[in-house]
T-cell receptor, first 113, second 110 residues
Framework: DADVTQTPRNRITKTGKRIMLECSQT?????MYWYRQDPGLGLQLIYY???????NKGEISDGYSVSRQAQAKFSLSLESAIPNQTALYFC????????????FGSGTRLTVV | GEDVEQSLFLSVREGDSSVINCTYT??????LYWYKQEPGAGLQLLTY?????DMKQDQRLTVLLNKKDKHLSLRIADTQTGDSAIYFC??????????FGIGTKLQVIP
């Protein structure tokens, strides 16, 4: 099994629908992150969490919300999806930024029509 | 805020060396990273370097850091077709938040 699992892998949804992307990890890491990747823009941080009771906004949090249900689970919600939220979404985890970097999930490709 | 810049595209012939360059702005960066992203996959950590180091070598990979110029490079020796991917430079900012560059697409020509 993958260390960081994202579901679903692909999703097409309609404008205005609520959608949840899920992330679970078996690394035992405290820190979890949600990033969005768009061509030519690299990765942009949406939200991050350093433990179960900690939620922090990233660079582009508008239109998104998150829930850290447990140390191993971090979900991202789009309350009312819009077409410019079409992107590749990545979950990442780490226990420290001191040289170990992130472990990334395989990503969720979301298309909003 | 922090910024990481890298060129968009690099094309090399199989067997040649590839050099991917990156510049960053945050002088308080403690760690700098190189990640590789293959099509349809997440980012995979290739290597990292601590800010008090000038060079790190790991098999075919050599990372050079010029802290004065805030310049980081990744050299891949004997580049293979399997090295074709997008390579991201990243650095830790002062609040332990990682900032990524936009990625350099490496194309290896057989």
């Amino acid at each position: 099994d993958a260390d960081v699992t994202q579901t679903p892998r692909n999703r097409i949804t309609k404008t205005g629908k609520r959608i949840m992307l899920e992330c679970s990890q078996t690394k035992g890491h405290d820190r979890m992150y949600w990033y969005r990747q768009d061509p030519g823009l690299g990765l942009q941080l949406i939200y991050y969490s350093f433990d179960v009771k900690d939620i922090n906004k990233g660079e582009i949090s508008d239109g998104y919300s998150v829930s850290r249900q447990a140390q191993a689970k971090f979900s991202l919600s789009l309350e009312s999806a819009i077409p410019n939220q079409t992107a590749l979404y990545f979950c990442a985890t780490t226990d420290t930024l001191r040289g170990y970097g992130y472990t990334f999930g395989s990503g969720t490709r979301l298309t909003v029509v | 805020g922090e910024d990481v810049e890298q060129s968009l595209f690099l094309s090399v012939r199989e067997g040649d060396s590839s050099v991917i360059n990156c510049t960053y702005t945050d002088s308080s960066s403690t760690y700098l990273y190189w990640y590789k992203q293959e099509p349809g996959a997440g980012l995979q950590l290739l290597t990292y370097i601590f800010s008090n180091m000038d060079m790190k070598q790991d098999q075919r990979l050599t990372v050079l850091l010029n802290k004065k110029d805030k310049h980081l490079s990744l050299r891949i020796a004997d580049t293979q077709t399997g090295d074709s991917a997008i390579y991201f430079c990243a650095e830790t900012g002062g609040y332990q938040k990682v900032t990524f560059g936009i990625g350099t697409k490496l194309q290896v020509i057989p």
